[in-house]
Nanobody
Framework: QAQLVESGGGSVQAGGSLRLSCVAS????????MGWFRQAPGKEREGVAA????????YYAASVKGRFTISQDNAKNTVHLEMNSLKTDDTASYYC????????????????????WGQGTQVTVSS
């Protein structure tokens, strides 16, 4: 099993930046791939970005590509989501997720690919 703890959420004006972090603990094989999802009020949760940790391969939703960067710090067992040029549409609760197996579903940012979830951190972007 893996335990995930997110941090770094907050409030920022449009055009600003935030960096989210997710620390994974427990069985390291349970976090072979990790991802970030978000859910805005009244909307379904959607995938934002994912990383296949052994190969350091990254995958992004079209809505954030070029603005968000997912990266890892293996020494700290941490995955980061650097968010730049934030828009009001980026306002949501952001969740870290971990998958024990890499699959096409991970690259497609599908929720079903991920086994473990953090509690979420709020990101609010104001105009």
């Amino acid at each position: 099993q893996a335990q995930l703890v997110e941090s770094g959420g907050g409030s920022v004006q449009a055009g600003g930046s935030l960096r989210l972090s997710c620390v994974a603990s427990g069985n390291p094989y349970s976090s072979n791939s990790m991802g970030w999802f978000r859910q805005a009020p009244g909307k379904e949760r959607e995938g934002v970005a994912a990383i296949y940790r052994p190969g350091d391969s990254t995958y992004y939703a079209a809505s954030v590509k070029g603005r968000f960067t997912i990266s890892q710090d293996n020494a700290k067992n941490t995955v980061h989501l650097e968010m730049n040029s934030l828009k009001t549409d980026d306002t949501a609760s952001y969740y870290c997720a971990a998958a024990g197996r890499f699959s096409q579903a991970v690259t497609n940012l599908e929720e079903s690919a991920f086994d473990y979830w953090g509690q979420g951190t709020q990101v609010t972007v104001s105009s």
